[in-house]
């Protein structure tokens, strides 16, 4: 199902590159079109993450030094590892978060295997340390495109409630859950809830 659903995805995906290049030149964006990040797999195995890039280049960068100067973002940071007001999101890359649409290349690494459809979200390898307990719980399930946390609420849950919500989803796994988990995936891109 996962190979069928990736295949799928990976073809839709040529027309939206197209469009989401155009908006890129309309607005003047600079930087590759598509973005990989090194994230933690099943086992613990690194893979590449593709994403529509929606950030400046040099991003991690920005960030630093931002959080360095702006001391309630740096909290709200730490709490959530996300930022609602991150100065790093291009106008496109605005879009394509509020659409989800900056997920879509992902399809390839459902297609190669290295992530489900469903699953809990790829953590960064910067968040490693802070998963603690929860880790080796965490990395005996393959990633996925989708999972708990995005109908959770996102980037309105804190990054334990996070971890939480994964080590539950992981007891709890089923095929029954999986579908529960898509059809709600798919009202709340519809509804833009919790995106940043």
Not at 63 to 81: G, N, R
Not at 176 to 191: A, H, P, S, Y
Request: aromatic share 10%.
């Amino acid at each position: 199902f996962d190979i069928f659903v990736g295949l799928i995805g990976t073809l839709l995906l040529i027309p939206i590159t197209i469009i989401v290049q155009i908006c890129r030149t309309i607005n003047h964006e600079k930087g590759p079109l598509f973005y990989d990040q090194l994230r933690i797999g099943k086992n613990g195995e690194l893979f590449k993450l593709y994403k529509f890039r929606s950030m400046v280049v040099g991003a991690d960068e920005v960030l630093k030094t931002y959080l360095e100067t702006h001391y309630d973002e740096a909290k709200e940071y730490k709490k959530y590892k996300k930022l609602k007001k991150d100065p790093r999101v291009t106008k496109s890359g605005e879009f394509l978060r509020k659409t989800s649409l900056d997920e879509w290349p992902q399809f390839i690494n459902v297609l190669r295997g290295n992530m489900s459809l469903v699953g809990p979200r790829p953590y960064l390898l910067r968040e490693k340390e802070d998963m603690g307990e929860y880790y080796d719980k965490i990395i005996k399930a393959t990633p996925g495109l989708t999972g708990p946390w995005q109908i959770a609420g996102r980037s309105n849950v804190t990054f334990n409630d996070r971890l939480r919500i994964d080590n539950d989803y992981i007891d709890k796994l089923s095929l029954k859950n999986d579908i529960i988990i898509v059809l709600k995936t798919i009202g709340k891109v519809f509804k833009s809830d919790g995106a940043i």
